[in-house]
């Protein structure tokens, strides 16, 4: 049986309809991209683009914006996978991580922003399943919420999950091949995207 799922800060006190309203503002938009073409899809956004497709398509722009891997398998939480475990199921994939004889691979980066007085650091965390096409957000921290609170951080421009988590992807995709053919592989369709363990007390209390 899968772990219930907890709310990360107990109960949420109700929010404002403006802000339960720009949610699904949101959440439309979103789906009415994904059912466009890419000429359209990029109309959407803000600004406006002749494309949705991102600017950054190679696992090097990692490198070259100063995001360095990090090793954290071993202090994953194995209840993080536990609680996925009916899902997993009910779409015939595999729970366990690499390390446990899974097929679920653990990527993490952390952006190197050349600021030692800064406590922490914009980083990036996914689990990624490319056997059976399985993205799943599970620690994220963007650059955008370091400058939030530090007026001296500089934002890079690879900045977005979306570009960061499908750049892993790729990454993950390379240690899924064979080591000899490393630089060739194709990546594996993303056939499912799970959030987990959401800890933005906004997007909580809209749910």
């Known amino acids: 049986m899968s772990d219930p799922i907890q709310w990360p800060f107990g109960a949420q006190d109700p929010i404002c309809d403006d802000t339960y309203n720009a949610a699904v503002e949101k959440g439309t938009k979103l789906l009415e991209m994904l059912t466009s073409n890419d000429r359209d899809a990029g109309q959407l956004m803000n600004p406006a683009r002749p494309t949705a497709q991102s600017d950054f398509t190679s696992r090097q722009a990692l490198a070259n914006h100063n995001y360095t ?43 190197s922003h ?10 990036f965390q996914q689990i990624c399943n490319p056997a059976q096409g399985v993205l799943i957000a599970y620690a994220n ?67």
């Open 114 to 123: 050349g600021l030692k007085h800064l406590k922490t650091a914009a980083s």
């Open 69 to 111: 891997t990090v090793s954290v398998e071993s202090n994953l939480d194995k209840k993080a996978m536990r609680s996925l475990k009916a899902a997993f199921e009910g779409i015939g994939a595999n729970a366990e991580l690499v390390r446990d004889g899974g097929t679920n691979h653990v990527v993490e980066h952390c952006h």
């Open 141 to 207: 921290d963007s650059p955008s919420s370091i400058a939030h609170s530090n007026s001296l951080f500089t934002v890079p421009s690879l900045r977005y999950w979306s570009d960061v988590a499908y750049l892993q992807w790729l990454e993950a995709c390379g240690k899924s091949s064979s080591e000899s053919h490393f630089a060739t592989y194709d990546p594996a369709p993303i056939r499912f995207v799970f959030r987990l363990r959401i800890l933005n007390s906004i997007t909580s209390a809209v749910a």
